[in-house]
């Protein structure tokens, strides 16, 4: 098993279907297909139910993308590190917004991002917060932003902005 298969696994898994997989690799689709069956060989599992429409996953295959994805995520944020020691902002950052927030948020955030950090490659997400809070908490987000935070323990929370309370005029 290696980097380039569980990458090819993660493409797959994520059109549900080898043509498309394929033409977002780059790659041909029948050797697309001889790297996932190698994959399966060397695991000793079937990971993909293929059909004429495309291939779905089995739970073996589930529990595969789950761990493919984490450390395809750790690798690229080990690369992000490593080019942060030469003062150079890059790679992904996944970014949370409350639906309220993203209205409000997202589109600005982006073209901030775009313009004072060119090389990061932001991934925006849109939920409610407690979806958005259990995202943090297994590492699917670097962080998220909220009109009101849910009340909830095992993250940092810090104000961004804060809005100016008029004194009371009496009327």
Known sequence: ???HQLRYFCAVARHGNFGRAAIELRFTQPALSRQIRLLEDTLGVRLLHRHRRGAD???EGQLLLERAEFVLRQLE?????LRARRNEASGPVSVGFSTVAASILSAPLAAELQ???PAVRPRMVEAFVPRLHNMLLEGQLDLALVLHPWPRTGLVVTAAVEEARRPDTGS
């Open 1 to 3: 098993m290696d980097l």
């Open 115 to 117: 313009s004072r950090c």
């Open 57 to 59: 996953l089995t739970p």
């Open 77 to 81: 944020q080990t690369r992000s590190d």
